[in-house]
Every structure is written in C-alpha cells, then in structure tokens.
C-alpha cells in the first residue's frame, strides 16, 4: 500500500486502475495529500509490478479475474481509519472509480468520488448512503454517459457531471489525457471532499 501520512485529520483512499499504481496514480495520490488528507492507496493487484498501458488487456483481465469488484479489503481499510480521522473518502479512477460507487453504498465513509467507472453501468442500482461524486467522460466506446446519468438521476446524495473528454482524460500519462477537462474535474473533487471535510 501507498501512504502518504503528515498527520492530517482526514483521510482519502485512493482506488487504482486496472494498471495498478503507476505514476498517474502516484501522482494523483501526491495532488490530494498537497491539499490537506493523508492518503492511502492499496495495491489491489498483489503484483510485484504495475501493468504498463499497452498491457491493457493483460492488465484488464487480471483484475477481472483476480481481483473484480469485491468491496470487502476496501470496507475493511475504511473501518480501519474512521478510529483514526474525522473523514474518510474514497476517491477511485475506471475500475477503482466502479469499486469506490459500490462502497457508496456497503461501507462506513463519508464521502466518494468515482472518476469515469465505466463499469457503474452494471450497478445502477447502487443507492450511496454518502455524499457521492460520479465524473464521467462524454465520450466513452461502450456506453452511453448521458443514458447513465438519466438512469441514475433519482438517486439521493449523489452529483453526477460529464466532461468533455475520453475515458482516462485525467491521466497525464495517458493518450486521452486533456489538461483543461483535468484541471476542470479534479478541481470540482476538490470542492466536493473539502466540503466533507468541513462539515461536523
């Protein structure tokens, strides 16, 4: 696991892609301890190495077949820090972003954002008992993001924005990687987990 602890009230877990803690995870970990949460981001994969991206389907098909979207480490890892920090959030990007929407809903934290979890489309019966913030890509290849923001509307405590990008556009490493949708999104989660942070 990847920590980055200076004593911060709060907490934020970082959920990986399926290519496991690279340097744009690493570096998303860095964003969110800079603006005041410590930070925890567990190494889903149990691999020695992460994937590189044009291993994606290697990469894709051992998640899916070795680890897929059990909640129960993440849970146990929330359990873990709300005896130790005011807030806990859970910030996930593609697989983790579908991982951290189904802890919305079975786990005990206070806030979740899910970055481009493309796969939520198969759990849009989740119902989140935490303030939740679903960023998407507009354009995505398998689903339609609008008709998934229709499905998902109704739901309680959850905020859901499409940005004008492709799946992954928050990644600088990435060919889909767009600074200004980047800058946009991330500054709209930050927003989001500060409010949770401030309120009592």
């Excluded at 060919?175 to 930050?190: G, M, P, Q, T, V």
Aim: charged share 20%; net charge negative.
């Amino acid at each position: 696991m990847l920590m980055l602890k200076t004593g911060y009230d709060n907490a934020v877990i970082v959920l990986h892609e399926i290519y496991g803690i690279n340097d744009h995870i690493k570096k998303m970990c860095d964003i969110y301890h800079e603006s005041g949460f410590d930070i925890f981001c567990p190494d889903l994969l149990k691999r020695d190495t992460h994937f590189l991206y044009e291993q994606h389907e290697q990469a894709y098909n051992y998640f899916m077949n070795g680890c897929g979207f059990n909640t129960a480490a993440v849970e146990k890892l929330v359990s873990e820090l709300k005896g130790k920090y005011k807030k806990v959030i859970i910030i996930g990007f593609s697989v983790g972003g579908t991982l951290s929407w189904l802890c919305s809903e079975t786990s005990e934290c206070d806030g979740v954002v899910s970055f481009y979890g493309s796969r939520i489309r198969d759990y849009t019966d989740v119902m989140p008992r935490c303030p939740t913030l679903v960023i998407q890509a507009k354009y995505e290849t398998a689903y339609n993001p609008s008709h998934l923001q229709q499905k998902l509307a109704n739901k309680p405590m959850m905020s859901f924005y499409i940005f004008n990008g492709r799946h992954g556009f928050c990644d600088r490493f990435s060919a889909s990687f767009d600074e200004e949708e980047s800058k946009k999104a991330i500054a709209l989660s930050f927003d989001f987990i500060t409010k949770i942070a401030s309120a009592y």
